[in-house]
Protein backbone atom coordinates (compact mmCIF):
# COMPACT_ATOMS: atom_id res chain seq x y z
CA UNK A 1 0.00 0.00 0.00
CA UNK A 2 1.47 3.63 -0.62
CA UNK A 3 -0.03 6.40 0.69
CA UNK A 4 0.16 9.95 -0.57
CA UNK A 5 -0.03 12.60 2.72
CA UNK A 6 -1.05 16.23 2.13
CA UNK A 7 -1.33 18.79 4.71
CA UNK A 8 -1.45 22.34 5.34
CA UNK A 9 -2.79 23.28 1.91
CA UNK A 10 -3.88 26.73 3.01
CA UNK A 11 -5.69 27.38 0.13
CA UNK A 12 -2.75 27.68 -2.63
CA UNK A 13 -4.61 26.07 -5.31
CA UNK A 14 -1.76 26.28 -7.73
CA UNK A 15 0.59 24.93 -5.41
CA UNK A 16 -2.46 21.56 -4.72
CA UNK A 17 -2.74 21.31 -8.53
CA UNK A 18 1.35 20.94 -8.69
CA UNK A 19 1.07 18.40 -5.69
CA UNK A 20 -1.14 16.08 -7.46
CA UNK A 21 0.35 15.94 -10.77
CA UNK A 22 2.99 14.86 -9.18
CA UNK A 23 1.11 12.25 -7.41
CA UNK A 24 -0.03 10.82 -10.18
CA UNK A 25 3.76 10.46 -11.62
CA UNK A 26 4.68 8.84 -8.42
CA UNK A 27 1.68 7.13 -8.00
CA UNK A 28 -0.28 5.97 -4.67
CA UNK A 29 -3.16 3.93 -3.46
CA UNK A 30 -4.86 6.64 -1.47
CA UNK A 31 -4.35 10.23 -1.04
CA UNK A 32 -5.05 12.10 2.11
CA UNK A 33 -4.93 15.53 3.70
CA UNK A 34 -4.30 16.32 7.22
CA UNK A 35 -5.98 19.48 7.25
CA UNK A 36 -5.64 23.11 7.47
CA UNK A 37 -7.20 23.61 4.10
CA UNK A 38 -8.56 26.87 3.57
CA UNK A 39 -6.96 29.69 6.01
CA UNK A 40 -4.76 32.38 4.22
CA UNK A 41 -4.63 34.64 1.77
CA UNK A 42 -5.47 33.40 -1.71
CA UNK A 43 -8.12 30.77 -3.09
CA UNK A 44 -10.16 29.25 -0.05
CA UNK A 45 -13.52 28.66 -2.28
CA UNK A 46 -11.69 27.38 -4.99
CA UNK A 47 -10.21 25.08 -3.18
CA UNK A 48 -12.66 23.77 -1.42
CA UNK A 49 -14.37 23.31 -4.61
CA UNK A 50 -11.77 20.88 -6.09
CA UNK A 51 -10.95 18.90 -2.98
CA UNK A 52 -14.57 18.31 -2.40
CA UNK A 53 -14.83 16.58 -5.82
CA UNK A 54 -12.28 14.30 -5.33
CA UNK A 55 -13.36 13.18 -2.20
CA UNK A 56 -9.86 12.28 -0.20
CA UNK A 57 -9.81 10.64 3.40
CA UNK A 58 -9.55 14.12 4.89
CA UNK A 59 -9.74 15.38 8.28
CA UNK A 60 -10.15 19.16 9.77
CA UNK A 61 -7.08 21.25 11.50
CA UNK A 62 -6.95 23.76 13.77
CA UNK A 63 -7.54 26.32 11.59
CA UNK A 64 -11.01 24.59 10.03
CA UNK A 65 -12.05 24.66 14.18
CA UNK A 66 -11.26 28.51 14.37
CA UNK A 67 -13.16 29.25 11.35
CA UNK A 68 -16.10 27.24 11.87
CA UNK A 69 -16.07 28.97 15.64
CA UNK A 70 -18.53 32.06 13.89
CA UNK A 71 -16.77 34.90 15.73
CA UNK A 72 -15.27 37.02 13.15
CA UNK A 73 -13.74 39.45 14.72
CA UNK A 74 -11.23 37.24 17.16
CA UNK A 75 -10.51 35.54 13.79
CA UNK A 76 -7.05 35.80 12.53
CA UNK A 77 -6.69 37.51 8.90
CA UNK A 78 -5.95 34.52 7.12
CA UNK A 79 -9.53 32.28 9.17
CA UNK A 80 -11.69 35.73 8.17
CA UNK A 81 -10.40 35.51 4.69
CA UNK A 82 -11.49 31.98 4.37
CA UNK A 83 -14.17 32.58 6.30
CA UNK A 84 -16.07 35.25 3.75
CA UNK A 85 -15.11 33.37 1.00
CA UNK A 86 -16.86 29.91 1.62
CA UNK A 87 -20.44 29.30 0.68
CA UNK A 88 -22.80 27.51 2.93
CA UNK A 89 -22.14 24.11 0.91
CA UNK A 90 -18.47 24.70 1.45
CA UNK A 91 -18.90 25.23 5.20
CA UNK A 92 -21.09 22.32 5.84
CA UNK A 93 -18.41 19.80 4.18
CA UNK A 94 -15.70 21.22 6.51
CA UNK A 95 -18.14 21.03 9.56
CA UNK A 96 -18.81 17.55 8.63
CA UNK A 97 -14.87 16.62 8.59
CA UNK A 98 -13.58 14.26 11.20
CA UNK A 99 -10.72 15.54 13.99
CA UNK A 100 -8.83 12.23 13.15
CA UNK A 101 -9.60 9.46 10.98
CA UNK A 102 -8.25 5.67 10.63
CA UNK A 103 -7.97 4.14 7.63
CA UNK A 104 -6.51 0.74 6.62
CA UNK A 105 -6.72 -0.24 10.34
CA UNK A 106 -3.17 0.80 11.01
CA UNK A 107 -2.90 4.34 9.72
CA UNK A 108 -4.07 7.49 12.29
CA UNK A 109 -4.41 10.70 10.58
CA UNK A 110 -4.12 13.47 13.10
CA UNK A 111 -3.19 17.67 13.12
CA UNK A 112 -1.45 18.05 15.66
CA UNK A 113 -1.04 14.85 18.05
CA UNK A 114 -4.40 12.59 18.48
CA UNK A 115 -5.37 14.78 21.63
CA UNK A 116 -4.94 18.52 19.99
CA UNK A 117 -4.94 20.05 17.23
CA UNK A 118 -2.85 22.82 18.41
CA UNK A 119 0.34 20.71 19.58
CA UNK A 120 3.30 19.98 17.63
CA UNK A 121 3.61 16.43 17.27
CA UNK A 122 7.68 16.07 15.88
CA UNK A 123 8.41 19.64 17.24
CA UNK A 124 8.75 21.12 20.83
CA UNK A 125 8.78 25.35 21.30
CA UNK A 126 10.27 26.76 24.04
CA UNK A 127 10.77 30.13 25.59
CA UNK A 128 14.12 30.37 22.91
CA UNK A 129 12.23 29.29 19.70
CA UNK A 130 11.69 25.85 17.88
CA UNK A 131 13.65 22.76 18.09
CA UNK A 132 13.32 19.39 16.92
CA UNK A 133 11.47 17.32 19.54
CA UNK A 134 13.53 14.35 21.36
CA UNK A 135 12.30 11.02 21.01
CA UNK A 136 11.10 11.16 24.82
CA UNK A 137 8.71 14.10 24.03
CA UNK A 138 7.00 12.41 20.98
CA UNK A 139 6.75 8.86 23.09
CA UNK A 140 4.83 10.90 25.37
CA UNK A 141 2.38 12.72 22.82
CA UNK A 142 2.44 9.36 20.61
CA UNK A 143 1.05 7.28 24.28
CA UNK A 144 -0.67 3.98 23.55
CA UNK A 145 -2.39 4.75 20.18
CA UNK A 146 -2.82 1.44 18.15
CA UNK A 147 -1.27 2.55 14.86
CA UNK A 148 1.96 1.38 13.23
CA UNK A 149 1.91 4.49 10.88
CA UNK A 150 0.52 8.31 12.52
CA UNK A 151 0.44 10.96 9.58
CA UNK A 152 0.42 14.37 11.17
CA UNK A 153 0.67 18.25 10.22
CA UNK A 154 0.35 21.56 11.62
CA UNK A 155 3.96 23.08 11.65
CA UNK A 156 4.91 22.61 7.98
CA UNK A 157 8.16 20.86 8.21
CA UNK A 158 8.85 17.72 6.64
CA UNK A 159 9.58 15.10 9.17
CA UNK A 160 9.52 11.46 10.44
CA UNK A 161 10.14 9.44 13.37
CA UNK A 162 10.36 5.81 14.31
CA UNK A 163 9.28 5.10 17.77
CA UNK A 164 10.93 2.23 20.25
CA UNK A 165 8.25 -0.05 19.23
CA UNK A 166 8.37 0.19 15.37
CA UNK A 167 5.35 3.05 15.01
CA UNK A 168 6.26 5.46 12.53
CA UNK A 169 5.14 9.31 12.62
CA UNK A 170 5.47 11.12 9.52
CA UNK A 171 4.68 14.88 8.68
CA UNK A 172 4.89 15.57 5.44
CA UNK A 173 4.86 18.96 5.29
CA UNK A 174 2.79 21.88 4.02
CA UNK A 175 1.19 21.91 0.40
CA UNK A 176 0.44 25.70 0.15
CA UNK A 177 2.59 27.67 2.70
CA UNK A 178 6.41 27.01 3.37
CA UNK A 179 6.90 29.43 6.60
CA UNK A 180 4.95 31.50 9.30
CA UNK A 181 5.02 33.06 12.53
CA UNK A 182 3.45 31.79 15.76
CA UNK A 183 2.85 33.01 19.40
CA UNK A 184 1.75 29.71 20.68
CA UNK A 185 3.21 28.93 23.18
CA UNK A 186 6.01 31.11 22.82
CA UNK A 187 6.79 32.97 19.78
CA UNK A 188 8.53 31.14 17.25
CA UNK A 189 8.86 30.87 13.50
CA UNK A 190 8.71 27.78 11.19
CA UNK A 191 10.72 27.97 8.12
CA UNK A 192 11.31 25.45 5.60
CA UNK A 193 13.52 27.38 3.34
CA UNK A 194 12.28 27.38 -0.12
CA UNK A 195 9.43 28.08 -1.57
CA UNK A 196 8.13 24.17 -3.05
CA UNK A 197 4.94 23.05 -2.37
CA UNK A 198 5.69 19.90 -0.21
CA UNK A 199 4.39 16.43 0.60
CA UNK A 200 5.00 12.69 1.44
CA UNK A 201 4.62 9.47 -0.04
CA UNK A 202 4.59 6.56 2.82
CA UNK A 203 4.61 2.74 1.77
CA UNK A 204 3.76 -0.76 3.13
CA UNK A 205 6.83 -2.97 2.73
CA UNK A 206 7.51 -6.23 4.49
CA UNK A 207 9.64 -4.69 6.48
CA UNK A 208 7.27 -1.76 7.82
CA UNK A 209 6.68 1.80 6.22
CA UNK A 210 8.86 3.73 4.45
CA UNK A 211 8.50 7.43 3.49
CA UNK A 212 10.20 9.32 0.69
CA UNK A 213 9.68 13.54 1.03
CA UNK A 214 8.72 14.97 -1.93
CA UNK A 215 9.33 18.60 -2.99
CA UNK A 216 7.48 20.33 -6.22
CA UNK A 217 7.83 23.55 -7.91
CA UNK A 218 4.99 26.01 -8.86
CA UNK A 219 4.39 29.38 -9.92
CA UNK A 220 4.71 30.77 -6.52
CA UNK A 221 5.41 34.32 -7.28
CA UNK A 222 1.90 34.39 -9.36
CA UNK A 223 1.02 33.18 -5.63
CA UNK A 224 2.62 35.88 -4.28
CA UNK A 225 1.35 38.64 -6.18
CA UNK A 226 -2.34 37.35 -5.41
CA UNK A 227 -1.45 37.33 -1.89
CA UNK A 228 -0.06 40.87 -2.07
CA UNK A 229 -3.25 42.17 -3.95
CA UNK A 230 -5.11 40.61 -0.92
CA UNK A 231 -3.30 43.02 1.64
CA UNK A 232 -0.66 39.78 2.85
CA UNK A 233 2.97 41.08 2.43
CA UNK A 234 4.11 38.38 4.97
CA UNK A 235 2.24 35.81 3.14
CA UNK A 236 4.04 36.66 0.07
CA UNK A 237 7.69 37.00 1.82
CA UNK A 238 6.64 33.16 2.52
CA UNK A 239 5.47 31.98 -0.89
CA UNK A 240 8.09 33.38 -2.16
CA UNK A 241 11.21 32.34 -0.09
CA UNK A 242 10.44 30.21 2.23
CA UNK A 243 10.64 31.66 5.05
CA UNK A 244 9.47 34.33 7.28
Known amino acids: MKIAALSDI ?36 QTADRLMALGFPTIRGNHERQVLSGDVSRMSAS ?102 SDDHPFPHRMEMGSPHARYACITKTSSGWDVEFHFVEYAWDDAAAIALSNGRPDWANALRSGFC
Open 79 to 180: DRWAHISLNAQQMEWMRNLPTTLRIENDVLLVHGTPGDDLTYFLETVEESGCRPATQNEVEERAGDIDAGLILCGHTHLQRSMKLMDGRLIVNPGSVGLQAY
Open 10 to 45: HGNLAALEAVLKDVQRHGADVIVNLGDIFSGALYPS
